[in-house]
């Protein structure tokens, strides 16, 4: 053999070696931790071990001061650090020095389309939890957009299990690298707030497996997840806090959590059916008396009755333990300090609007508007004044600063421009926590203030009308009545675009709303969400250009209420108690896809002020096995003038198949930022695994052999280049 030969042999030995000492180090960290924990349960009493598993408090749990164990502090919630609460009512503690950061809510941030944001929040969250000195930051809220309606749904992500994990899983290691555990929620099936806390649902293992887990699973399994919040509703039956098989079979043993399952806020039913079916600890129950709660001294006697054995006390506290001990609970010196309110932060909020914003209509190029060459605009609705980040309940957030629409326009405009702001609709409702909104009818016609706004619009050389919804309708514990634009904004919306050509319309909104009654009236509108602190910064970056909008929608918009699947079939929200998931894996645009039912605007859509060009998509193979991994190359050119980022989006559909599959399913994306002018090759890959779906007889996945169609496009619906593979 050749000295080469050798010398290649020993290096190789090396690394090996190298490689098992590591292995051996970090199995080893893993074990020393696991003593320290059963170390600490010897040292405990009964009493000490059940105080670990329940509040004390709103938002506080136990510790054990002699043995080094600090009292727990959670905190809402998934878009920023939520004030200071009293410790036992749910009205505000009134600190001077609680305010903080407030992004855009989930719908945002999914509409995005772009992980490295969730990445940034996650950060940013981490440290200002860090700073507040919180443990765990009950978020993120990931369940799926089942109805346009759910009261939630600005809180959440999107319809699409993928997009969802894609989001969830960077938002969650980031907060973790912060040393705050995340609590991913609500597991499972929170998908409407109506009858939130009674409601039965019912859906297939299909729909389980395909839609309703997948971003559990991904926050579980990738991200990495410190805690999971039990959602209010039944489950098959069974709370969700204390499901046997949710949180046993499922969540324990086939996600391998080792984590913290607490209730949601008063969700635990029970003492020995939930602390048997795995939920670790109570929060929120309406007892005052905390030692006379479930997880209290009911808990204690469920041992000494041999009706709880200890060993499930025990696994309890383990998962306490082993989340304080990963956060550094327990180490205080070497814990993150945090910071709070930094530029940095709000740099980060800044982006995760101004990347946000959905283009849906731009008739005749009206955006962006060139502010240098207008004299004078409308500034129209109650939108362009109201701030938004204290509403919505759990996840409200006192912001350090919210900047409105019209603050920013007049800050970064005001100087050379006539800005004419009217009032042009008002808020007609009220909320009232679990009840129905204050006011029924929403939908009054304020003709007097039309008409003033009418009169500004003409006089103008644009209107832009900022409407919407609030959290009024967009909030935690009530759904919104309908899907309409409340308030008589239809009406208003189409007189100014009578009175002015040039009307811009920009829809602040966290959940789906008809859009059919302006459309067709308004050259160009834009979805810019619930924006957080920088709202307005952002929005009129967008409508000036400074921005390119680079946003898709997150969810499918019908063009009314019924188009939608659960609202097609009557199953929502449910009779008697119980809502049956009867479109079972046809949600969002898997039902409006394979229905052919054509939507206001489909899933993934979003316009630019340049333009794209995908082309060249192409597979490293054309057969794959059922182990292998698809590499999938393409080309995303800017063919316009402006900078900008397009969505490249896979969908994949399996044309011949033993069970109805959805028309295409999202499989894949990226989102690519281009000088004008510029191309990029992009690659991306699809385990074939991934193209299965749920077979319930045989309780597993399955990949039918045969063809599969590969779809490149920039929406559900706008597919520019299609591909057949085969798989073996
Ligand atoms: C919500 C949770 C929230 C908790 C604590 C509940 O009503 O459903 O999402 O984290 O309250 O505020």
Not at 14 to 20: E, N, P, S, V, Y
Not at 251 to 258: D, M, N
Not at 392 to 399: D, M, N, P, T
């Amino acid at each position: 053999m050749n000295k080469k030969i050798l010398k290649f042999f020993a290096l190789l030995l090396l690394m090996i070696a190298t490689i098992q000492t590591q292995a051996q180090k970090s199995i080893s960290k893993e074990d020393i931790q696991e003593q320290k924990i059963q170390k600490l349960i010897k040292k405990m009493t009964l009493q000490e071990k059940v105080s670990l598993l329940h509040g004390n408090s709103k938002f506080y749990v136990s510790g054990i001061k002699r043995l080094g164990i600090p009292e727990w502090a959670l905190s809402d919630g998934p878009h920023g650090v939520r004030a200071e609460m009293n410790r036992h009512d749910w009205n505000y503690a009134g600190w001077t020095n609680d305010s903080s950061t407030c992004f855009p809510p989930g719908t945002a941030l999914a509409a995005s389309w772009n992980p490295k944001l969730a990445y940034e929040r996650g950060l940013v969250l981490g440290e200002e939890a860090r700073y507040r000195k919180k443990d765990v930051l009950l978020g993120p809220g990931i369940n799926i957009i089942r109805t346009p309606l759910c009261g939630r749904n600005f809180e959440y992500l999107s319809e699409d299990p993928f997009l969802i994990s894609a989001m969830a899983v960077p938002y969650i290691k980031a907060l973790q690298s912060k040393d705050v555990a995340a609590s991913v929620k609500h597991y499972l099936a929170n998908n409407q707030e109506d009858h939130r806390t009674t409601v039965d649902v019912a859906m297939s293992e299909r729909a389980l497996r395909e839609i309703y887990l997948p971003g559990f699973k991904a926050a579980v399994t990738e991200g990495g997840s410190y805690t999971v919040m039990t959602a209010y509703n039944k489950f098959r039956g069974d709370w969700c806090s204390e499901n046997e098989y949710l949180d046993r079979e499922i969540l324990r043993k086939e996600l391998g959590f080792k984590g913290v399952l607490m209730s949601d806020w008063g969700g635990t039913h029970s003492t020995v059916k939930a602390a048997l079916a795995g939920l670790d600890l109570e929060m929120g129950t309406d007892i005052k008396d905390y030692n006379e709660w479930y997880f209290a001294n009911p808990l204690i006697k469920a041992v000494q009755e041999g009706k709880v054995p200890i060993s499930v006390i025990d696994e309890k506290v383990a998962n306490i333990l082993r989340v304080m001990i990963k956060t550094k609970v327990l180490d205080s010196k070497t814990r993150e300090k945090g910071s709070m309110n930094t530029p940095e932060h709000q740099k980060a909020a800044y982006n995760s609007a101004a990347e946000a914003a959905v283009l849906l209509q731009n008739n005749g190029n009206l955006l962006p508007l060139d502010f240098s060459k207008i004299k004078s605009i409308a500034v129209i609705g109650d939108n362009a004044t109201r701030k938004h980040c204290g509403g919505g309940l759990s996840s409200e957030i006192k912001a350090l600063y919210e900047i409105t629409p019209l603050e920013a326009l007049t800050h970064k405009f005001g100087k050379n421009i006539t800005i004419n702001f009217v009032q042009g609709y008002e808020k007609q409702s009220t909320f009232q926590e679990g009840g129905n909104i204050g006011q029924s009818n929403t939908d009054k016609v304020d003709w007097k203030l039309i008409d003033e706004a009418v009169a500004v619009a003409k006089k103008s050389d644009v209107a832009i009308v900022f409407g919407g919804l609030n959290h009024d309708f967009d909030t935690e514990s009530y759904d919104k009545p309908h899907m309409r634009l409340p308030y008589g904004q239809v009406t208003l919306i189409q007189e100014i675009a009578k009175a002015n050509p040039n009307t811009v319309v920009v829809i602040i909104a966290g959940s789906p709303v008809e859009l059919a009654g302006i459309v067709h009236r308004v050259p160009a509108i834009l979805w810019a969400w619930y924006g957080g602190m920088e709202a307005g910064n952002a929005v009129v970056d967008v409508l000036s250009g400074k921005v390119n909008p680079s946003g898709k929608m997150p969810f499918t918009l019908p063009v009314s209420l019924e188009q939608s699947p659960a609202h097609a079939l009557g199953n929502y929200p449910g009779r008697n108690l119980k809502v049956n998931y009867e479109e079972d894996i046809l949600v969002g645009y898997r039902w409006f896809d394979t229905k052919n039912v054509v939507p206001q605007f489909p899933f993934g859509y979003g316009l630019s002020y340049t333009s794209f060009n995908l082309d060249n998509l192409s597979t490293d193979k054309k057969v794959y096995g059922k182990k292998d991994i698809i590499h999938v190359k393409f080309t995303v050119t800017n063919t316009g003038l402006r900078y900008g980022a397009e969505v490249a989006q896979i969908y994949v559909s399996d044309p011949v198949c033993s069970v109805l599959r959805p028309a295409k399913e999202l499989k894949a994306f990226e989102k690519v930022f281009l000088q004008p002018g510029e191309s990029k090759n992009i690659e991306l890959s699809i385990k074939v695994a991934d193209l299965a779906f749920y077979d319930e007889a045989k309780k597993g996945w399955v990949v039918e052999p045969g063809e599969f169609i590969l779809e490149l496009g920039n929406s559900s619906r706008d597919i520019s280049k299609t591909l057949t593979i085969n798989v073996q």
